[in-house]
């Protein structure tokens, strides 16, 4: 059942959902070559940055003011960049502008080359209660390869660190599907990560996207990108494993500890917020905002937000309104990443349709084909159904149309 009325559009009232605050942290040392965020390596503007987003929550807070917040998530760019000082002022301003929850998750990101016990302290000290450490790879030729500033050795230091300044919510990223990779090399990483009994694991697949360093030598043949395959034995071999270690494979790319009786204690609350049609709020260049069936984002520039800014203005740079058709995609795409699936009695009193009296033979052919497994009220994907995640999510969205 949806938490509450459904408007004649599909979307659910923003106050009745706790929402999600973001704030952008764009400064880097260096541009990974993967990476399609919105960064830069320039800290000299970090002052009138961190000015700019104390302005923006004055403006932005009192269009929240019906809302519930229950995450805070910085992320970036490198938000271990910040000193404590600086992210407990932010933080603090924000409890102070929004109407959080006394349970907020309250998450930073962090590279491990940029953090030592002491810092990590101080976060918590600042009211940081997860951390999530962008390790990517424990193989210091993967590391290499990606761009990252620190060493295999370094990775594992932040990890340990981090539960020596009391974090007992911590978060590893890695990357796999490089170039020529192998089960045996991307094991080797899983089996690392495990032994480090992190509380949440997200495993990325090496992305292309346009714009980024990694795009421009594949299309000129520099980098040959891992086959589709190969691929998905790397995935498979993630699933399976991390499953068979305690991990609960809750999102496509992610997985979190399985804990008796509270099987949801560990997953990521602020980024489910993006899975379930949630409100987020979000602060800084290039972040995303969204409400009810309204989303929109801030310039992608750090100049031009920091002068917007000044201006009293605000630095939004563009925004959409989506219609019931686009959430209706969005709702079986988003559903289909999930573990759960997609709920079926929310989804046909939502958009007004039956789910499966408009998909019934595409539906009961995935169930045939071992892609999905079907029930009176959810529709989801297995382990090798989440490879055809597109395709499916195209052919659903076909029949429903």
């Known amino acids: 059942m949806p938490p509450g009325p459904v408007a004649k559009d599909g979307s659910i009232p923003a106050a009745k959902k706790t929402a999600g605050l973001y704030i952008h942290v764009p400064f880097c ?34 269009k929240w003011a019906d809302t519930a917040f229950d995450s805070l998530y910085f992320g970036g760019g490198t938000p271990s960049l910040l000193s404590p000082f600086e992210v407990e002022k932010l933080l603090k301003t924000a409890e102070n502008r929004f109407r959080f929850r006394k349970d907020v998750e309250v998450t930073l990101e962090a590279n491990p080359g940029t953090v030592d016990r002491v810092r990590l302290e101080g976060y918590k000290t600042a009211g940081v209660n997860r951390i999530v450490i962008g390790v ?75 714009g ?82 309204r989303r929109w984002w801030n310039l992608k520039n750090i100049n031009a937000y920091v002068d917007q800014i000044a201006s ?42 039956s789910f499966y009296d408009c998909t019934s033979k595409t539906a009961a052919r995935l169930g045939q084909e071992g892609w999905a497994t079907l029930s009176f009220d959810r529709f989801c994907l297995t382990r090798r159904g989440m490879l055809h995640l597109d395709d499916i999510a195209q052919a659903l969205v076909v029949g429903l149309s």
């Not at 830069?40 to 104390?54: E, G, N």
Request: proline share 4%; aromatic share 12%.
């Open 29 to 62: 040392l260096s541009k990974c070559p993967y990476c399609d965020f919105y960064s830069v390596t320039d800290l000299k503007r970090k002052d009138a940055y961190l000015a700019s987003i104390l302005l923006e929550m004055e403006k932005v807070s009192a």
């Open 136 to 210: 990517q790879s424990f193989s210091l030729k993967n590391l290499a390869f990606l761009g990252r500033i620190h060493t295999d050795t370094e990775a594992e230091r932040a990890v340990e660190a981090a539960r020596r300044a009391g974090f007992d919510n911590i978060g590893i990223d890695l990357i796999f599907g490089l170039p020529g990779q192998s089960k045996g090399q991307w094991l080797a990483d899983l089996k690392k990560a495990v032994r480090m009994d992190p509380a949440h694991l997200s495993c990325y697949l090496l992305s292309y996207a346009p």
């Open 212 to 293: 980024t360093i990694f795009f421009a030598s594949r299309a000129s043949g520099i980098i040959t990108a891992l086959p589709q395959k190969r691929q998905a034995v790397l995935f498979l071999t993630a699933s399976e494993f991390l499953e068979k270690h305690g991990y609960l494979h809750y999102e496509v790319s992610n997985y979190a500890r399985k804990l008796s009786g509270r099987p949801d204690a560990l997953r990521s609350r602020h980024n489910q917020k993006y899975w379930n049609f949630s409100p987020y709020a979000g602060l800084g260049p290039g972040a995303h905002s969204f409400r009810k069936n």
């Open 312 to 353: 009293g203005n605000h630095p939004v740079g563009g925004w959409e309104r989506l219609s019931t058709s686009q959430q209706l995609m969005e709702a079986v795409y988003l559903g289909l990443r999930k573990r759960e699936g997609i709920d079926i009695r929310d989804f046909d009193r939502r958009f007004g349709v």
